[in-house]
């Protein structure tokens, strides 16, 4: 309630972002009988929410509430991996972080595809922990992974960065399972995926569309910095993007519950870092 409170008050006091205006020059596309007319840019699902809720006056208000609705749900997710991984105090804590983080406050206050995309990908980790306690595939928590990844990939096409998450935590929360059965679930989850966006896929392609086209423009511009010098910028970029966001406060409470998490038996911290260390050395990278 602490978070919602802090990003529900005067909701509408902020004028419309541009980000936002371009949302809404997609939603009035949509309402003209052109769905998917944008999907170059790898962001879908904020159009289509939007044009359901269109209005004279207010509109902007309203999907911004739907908003809040998706970072409740990452919000809630968050203190369950925290209860899952160690204890309630160490979701708590987290939530906290995130309520006071003032990029945070930012962002969560408006309709932007960033913020319906860490609340997925908060309900994505969780469900892949909880799918990982059975060593048989269970067809709801398997079909809550494929949702909860299709709705942050529809929400921004470089969401498919994170792809590998699932493969990650089989490989390091599955030590003791046989091979078969990690198999096993490794492909029921990425079929579960893949056939979830194969429709869309083969309308885009029937269309002549490249969902992530914008994300590969990105990706592949020409660098011809030395690999050391590229290192040193990017990350430098990084840590300056990880103090806008988190401040000096915020990456020491992160510093400390991966700590906490690293010393709690079973180490589940681990597939964490794997993850996050394994985006951030990738965006050093590239």
Same mark, same amino acid.
């Given at each position: 309630?602490?978070?919602?409170?802090?990003?529900?008050?005067?909701?509408?006091?902020?004028?419309?972002?541009?980000?936002?205006?371009? *949302?809404?020059?997609?939603?009035?596309?949509?309402?003209?009988?052109?769905?998917?007319?944008?999907?170059?840019?790898?962001?879908?699902? !904020?159009?289509?929410?939007?044009?359901?809720?269109?209005?004279?006056?207010?509109?902007?208000?309203?999907?911004?509430?739907?908003?809040? !609705?998706?970072?409740?749900?990452?919000?809630?997710?968050?203190?369950?991996?925290?209860?899952?991984?160690?204890?309630?105090?160490?979701?708590?804590?987290?939530?906290?972080?995130?309520?006071?983080?003032?990029?945070?406050?930012?962002?969560?206050?408006?309709?932007?595809?960033?913020?319906?995309?860490?609340?997925?990908?908060?309900?994505?980790?969780?469900?892949?922990?909880?799918?990982?306690?059975?060593?048989?595939?269970?067809?709801?928590?398997?079909? !809550?992974?494929?949702?909860?990844?299709?709705?942050?990939?529809?929400?921004?096409?470089?969401?498919?960065?994170?792809?590998?998450?699932?493969?990650?935590?089989?490989?390091?929360?599955?030590?003791?399972?046989?091979?078969?059965?990690?198999?096993?679930?490794?492909?029921?989850?990425?079929?579960?995926?893949?056939?979830?966006?194969?429709?869309?896929?083969?309308?885009?392609?029937?269309?002549?569309?490249?969902?992530?086209?914008?994300?590969?423009?990105?990706?592949?511009?020409?660098?011809?910095?030395?690999?050391?010098?590229?290192? *040193?910028?990017?990350?430098?970029?990084?840590?300056?993007?990880?103090?806008?966001?988190?401040?000096?406060?915020?990456?020491?409470?992160?510093?400390?519950?991966?700590?906490?998490?690293?010393?709690?038996?079973?180490?589940?911290?681990?597939?964490?870092?794997?993850?996050?260390?394994?985006?951030?050395?990738?965006?050093?990278?590239?």
């Amino acid at each position: 309630m602490l978070y919602l409170g802090t990003r529900l008050f005067q909701l509408d006091a902020l004028p419309l972002f541009l980000d936002e205006s371009i *949302i809404v020059e997609w939603a009035i596309q949509v309402r003209e009988g052109s769905p998917i007319g944008f999907g170059y840019h790898g962001k879908y699902l !904020l159009p289509w929410v939007y044009s359901l809720l269109f209005t004279e006056t207010g509109a902007y208000w309203s999907v911004r509430f739907v908003t809040l !609705l998706f970072l409740m749900i990452g919000a809630s997710a968050i203190i369950r991996l925290g209860k899952k991984l160690t204890s309630w105090l160490v979701g708590i804590v987290a939530v906290i972080v995130i309520t006071f983080t003032p990029m945070l406050f930012f962002h969560d206050r408006l309709a932007l595809t960033d913020t319906i995309l860490h609340a997925m990908l908060s309900l994505h980790v969780l469900t892949i922990f909880y799918a990982l306690d059975r060593k048989t595939p269970n067809l709801r928590l398997t079909g !809550l992974i494929s949702l909860t990844f299709i709705i942050a990939l529809l929400s921004k096409s470089t969401a498919v960065v994170l792809i590998p998450l699932p493969l990650i935590a089989v490989i390091f929360l599955t030590h003791n399972w046989q091979w078969r059965s990690r198999i096993l679930h490794t492909s029921v989850i990425y079929g579960a995926i893949g056939l979830a966006w194969l429709p869309l896929h083969v309308l885009l392609a029937w269309r002549g569309m490249n969902y992530f086209g914008l994300a590969g423009q990105f990706s592949s511009e020409i660098n011809n910095d030395s690999l050391l010098d590229k290192l *040193i910028a990017n990350s430098q970029v990084i840590l300056e993007g990880f103090l806008s966001y988190f401040t000096w406060f915020g990456l020491l409470a992160i510093l400390i519950a991966s700590l906490i998490l690293l010393y709690k038996k079973p180490r589940h911290g681990f597939v964490l870092l794997a993850g996050i260390g394994g985006f951030v050395f990738a965006l050093i990278l590239s």
